[in-house]
Nanobody, 116 residues
Framework: QVQLVESGGGLVQPGGSLRLSCAVS?????????MSWYRQGPGKQRELVAS???????NYADSVKGRFTISRDNAKNTVYLRMNSLKPEDTAVYYC?????????WGQGTQVTVSS
């Protein structure tokens, strides 16, 4: 089993920055995996924000390209999402996801609110 715990959310003004963290624990010895950040705003479906593979390939939603950066620290078993130039439309619960083999694991989410 794998556990994912997000942290780092909060209230920030438009144009501000936050860094989200996703701590990974459990059976995480798979050589191939994909780590992703999703978000779900009020009344909206969950959408992919960014992902990074075990081969360090990254992918971003068009709405966050140039503003968000996904990265990992293998020594800490943690994946990050650096969010710059935040906009009100970035307001959502942000979820961490890990895929390894046939298994998909989700964190419980962390709230990001962008408002003046």
């Amino acid at each position: 089993q794998v556990q994912l715990v997000e942290s780092g959310g909060g209230l920030v003004q438009p144009g501000g920055s936050l860094r989200l963290s996703c701590a990974v624990s459990g059976s995480i010895n798979s050589i191939y995996y994909v780590m992703s950040w999703y978000r779900q705003g009020p009344g909206k479906q969950r959408e992919l924000v960014a992902s990074i593979t075990s081969g360090d390939l990254t992918n971003y939603a068009d709405s966050v390209k140039g503003r968000f950066t996904i990265s990992r620290d293998n020594a800490k078993n943690t994946v990050y999402l650096r969010m710059n130039s935040l906009k009100p439309e970035d307001t959502a619960v942000y979820y961490c996801r890990r895929i390894q083999g046939p298994a998909v694991y989700w964190g419980q989410g962390t709230q990001v609110t962008v408002s003046s």
